[in-house]
């Protein structure tokens, strides 16, 4: 799957240059002359993809951006580019989770590893992002009596526990452990709680 650019700068000339250097490296390219443009247009997240962000653009600045982007949760990952570099702009970008922080003019090495880092972070998080969803849909699987136990299992309940608490036999709850289990696909107790984990079910 190619991947994709997205280029925010209000300079026409600039995008242009940077489109065509994008497009020699084999990427695909969006350009966008504003902030607001590529909200209004909300990068597709299941191709891999980076934005190239320009920081002071007219409108919403690219910092502004940024926060609007992690607050509608997108994971597309952001390298910042600009003419005009200052410590508490980097310091607070790269804090909110910019991926790189590049000063213009930048030459073509330089940009094109930023980006391959940027697009590699992307791919990682789309997995991820897709194995916490598959793991999601197989705790929406369980029945209401099969998420008491496992929310008491990986809360490090016995057995004998677990029934007390739940006013069944201990025999019961081993067969609903067992259901647990194989519905989860997981060999061990540790492997059914890192998934809790994971899923932020533990807090």
Known sequence: MTSRVHVVDDDESFRAAIERRLKLAGYQVASYPSGQQLLDRLPEENEPGCI?????????????????LNEVGSTLPIVFLTGHADTPTTVRTIKAGAEDFLTKPVESEQLLRAIERAL?????????RQKLDQMRALVAELTPRERQVFDLV???????????????????????????????????LAELVTIAERLGLLA
């Open 52 to 68: 190239l962000l320009d920081v002071q653009i007219p409108g919403l600045s690219g910092p502004e951006l940024q926060d609007r």
């Open 120 to 128: 590699a972070r992307h791919t990682h998080l789309r997995c991820e």
């Open 154 to 188: 990986v809360r490090g309940k016995l057995n004998k526990q677990i029934a007390h608490e739940l006013g069944a036999t201990e025999r019961t709850i081993k067969a609903h452990r067992h259901q647990v289990m194989e519905k989860m696909k997981v060999q061990s």
